[in-house]
């Protein structure tokens, strides 16, 4: 931030977002003496008429529903909008004196004192975020079909019975509706007609949503990796959306929470488990790649043979800690594809390592 912007800010704002009212304290920019505090409802006609009109201020918000549109808006006002990283804001989900007033108050400092311990987060683009909540409705409707499914084997096994082995597709047709008991039937009858009508419309969603990945040459670039599919390459680009806001690949690893987190004091440092920040929607996707790398149906590449000597080398958990370190190696391996251009090479590490040794000297 320049300095001049500085001196045209003679507010800061923290305003923490509710529902439907949302909490705010103004602070002096030089003396930080509170200037106001008061509340606001959650719409945009009234924060059109608190903001609208008014001289530059600098407003901290938290990261959360509402945040994307109404930062969107203050920034449409000619405010300058910090998006505050809720992981981040131990001073306020530290503070025993919790509520919203308070809350609002503390961004306020903060954003004054040093904006930058709030991590500040730039959200995606509208149309992004468009794309994206057509990835999380199918998201959501498979969670729904998964749940029932778990519901309808779960009340079979109560009554001794079993059903047998189907894929979630196909779980609401006529050969599994045969296998019901009959004291089942009327109570699940209608489960499985819900099965049946969100699986066809999951259906309808997947098209559409090959339709997107069709679109997008960033994703059809990402989709030549085996065990990458369009909701896992679709959901990344839009997730990352500008390659170039991150300066190495490997920064990726951390960004979707896939590396270890680190509690180091003196001489010790324990192995942490992995610090899940970031997007658990894409984390999520991304291991669920790497399962299928590692598993009975993927191709032999440089991310299986890596997976595969983490299992090798045994130990507790060797298998999960495989399947994480591939969706890490993965992660990074996507942004420098999409980064450099290059086509997918299932074995370019593998080659260039031959190449290495065919160059060292006998």
Known sequence: MSDDIRVEIEEVVGLDLGDKRNHLCVLSHGSGEILEEGSVATTRKALLSRFGGRRRMRIAVEAGTHSPWVAELLEELGHEVLVANPRRLRLIYGNRRKNDKVDARYLAQVARLDPSLLAPIQHRGSEARADLAVLRSRDALVAARTKLINHVRGSVKSVGGRLPPSSAPAFGTKKIAERIPRALQPALAEVLACIDELTAKIRKLDRMIEQMAQNSPAAQHLMAIKGVGPVTALAYVLTVEDVGRFEKSRSLGSYFGLTPGSDQSGESNPQKRITKEGDRFVRRLLVGSAHYILGPFGEDCDLRRYG??????????????????????LAVMMHALLVTGEVYDPFYTSRRRGEEEVARPA
């Open 308 to 329: 595969l000597k983490i299992v090798a080398k045994g130990g507790k958990y060797a298998k999960k800690r495989a399947v994480v370190a591939v969706a890490r190696k």
